[in-house]
């Protein structure tokens, strides 16, 4: 089976930054892509030299792992480039030493799966917060948030994209689940609905932000020209 | 001071540098350091406000002197020391360069001091000196610096705790805390300010002020905010955003406003990043929407403003104001309504 370029780049749409929650390759990050045969070649690229080294390993892995998923792909070379780690982060995930083997004495306990955790959380936070500001505009009140179950959500861009995060941390996303939980799955009874949004919103605020302001010193760092050319 | 529309507003500069990044004077870390904070200036400028990147590496005690008292309004700044040896052999700005032009400007500048608890007992014994030196009054700790094969280091360390203790014994009050990318352990989050949370907990008289108000962590910032009387937010790096990114700052600004109030925030320009005149300028006209998503946030009174903008900074520096721009004689806003403290859900 022959691997062609736009599969490449589907799968490459499911790797998503875990802090800006959204995938690299909105956020212009894939910078080369090239195909030989079995083997798969991409680069990536990140807004500054020095972007926290975790999350960059995290997409460098995960870039490579989408691809090797895909039928027809044996090898798949992932290069970032123009980041202070460039080294290690490449030799770590291409020769397979993972985090701890690509910065030996630099990381303590678990390799990088509570980084994850965390930020999953943050995104379920924050995703849960634009669906429910949906809701909340399209009429419901907070206290039937607080009754409604995930059997209720009409079918939206953002339910979608809620439950899938719901999923990845394990949550009931069964119909008959509660919608309005925190990310251990605890319900938020009906007098905290609203305080649980607010400091939600705060959540979304700053990973938007966040994602605003990468884009923008990505487009300033490659001279992309117009600044538009890497927003939505 | 600035004054426009009958209100007048005493300014103090927070967060400012006189750096050396020129090519002598750094390594490849060094320079891609420097390039990080030019695509930073460049990308939130005004236009007619970047400059080329010769001038940005190395400027002049004469630009500072001009960009800040001469044209841009301020009234007092303070020096943050960063030193960064491992990255430029010199230091990027320490504290004995930044003396030399607290000599001759005594009355506009605030001279900050530095630790590095990776230093150990000599490292106190050295800060202690620097302190006695300068009379300081405030200290910039950048937790990330890298130290021989260390990368950072976390305020909530024993080695830490150590000098927090000597700060309150010599009267370090101002403890301004910046957070970066890297920090031991690489698999944590280093921007997390959770031992900030501790810090401040542990010393109730000594003031924390997190500088770039927790970015990128701006909803953690906000969780200690609210729960530790003594955290500020220094608002140097999310200042411009005002200009580029106006919807994004407002929103900040009423986040930040709802979480910790107009009473913990502080004005700063990261001069050379950025220069004071436009954001005093474009802060003093901003106003919050009053609708929309805006709705629950506080009006920017001129009062606010006032505080934000350097009544702030001269009360935790004990700094003179004129008679004329105190809280109550510098204009006549509105009275503010405070909004009700909010508990977090757990």
Known sequence: ?232 | MYEKDGEKYFVVDGHIHLWDAGPDNRNKYGEGFINCFYDYHKNLSPEEWVWPKEKFDKYSEEDLMHDLFETGYVDVAIFQPTYLTEFFPHGFNTTDQDAVLKEKYPDKFILNGSFDPREGVQGLERFEELVDKYNLKGVKLYTAEWKGDSKGWKLSDPSATKYLEKCVELGVKNIHVHKGPTIWPLNRDAFDVADVDEAASNFPDLNFIVEHVGLPRLEDFCWIGVQEPNVYGGLAVAMPFIHTRRHYFTTMIGELLYWLGEDRLLFASDYAIWSPKWLVEEFVNLEMPQSGEFEDFSELTPEIKRKILGLNAAKLYDIEVPEDLQLEHAGTGPEVTEKPAVDLPT
């Open chain 1, 1 to 232: 089976m022959t691997v062609d370029a736009a599969r490449v780049q589907d799968a490459l749409s499911d790797v998503r930054d875990p802090e800006l929650d959204e995938p690299i390759t909105e956020l212009g990050f894939v910078s080369g892509l090239e195909i030989k045969g079995e083997a798969v070649h991409i680069r990536l690229r990140l807004p500054t030299y020095f972007c926290a080294p975790n999350f960059a390993y995290l997409m460098v892995a995960d870039a490579r792992e989408a691809i090797l998923s895909l039928p027809g792909v044996r090898w798949a070379n992932v290069i970032l480039d123009d980041h202070y780690a460039s080294g290690e982060i490449n030799g770590g995930i291409n020769e397979g030493q993972g985090f701890d083997g690509a910065f030996p004495g630099e990381t303590e306990g678990p390799n990088l799966g509570e980084l994850r955790s965390i930020f999953q959380r943050k995104s379920f936070v924050s995703r849960q917060e634009k669906l429910c500001r949906a809701l909340l505009a399209g009429g419901r009140t907070p206290a039937e948030l607080a009754r409604m179950q995930v059997g209720d959500l009409p079918p939206t861009d953002e339910t979608e994209k809620y439950l899938e995060r719901r999923a990845d941390l394990g949550l009931d996303v069964s119909p008959g689940a509660t919608l309005v939980v925190d990310p251990d799955g605890r319900k938020v009874p009906e007098e905290a609905v609203v305080e649980h949004l607010r400091f939600a919103r705060t959540v979304r605020v700053s990973i938007e932000g966040n994602a605003g302001l990468c884009r923008d010193l990505l487009a300033t760092r490659y001279g992309l020209g117009e600044k538009e050319e890497v927003k939505r």
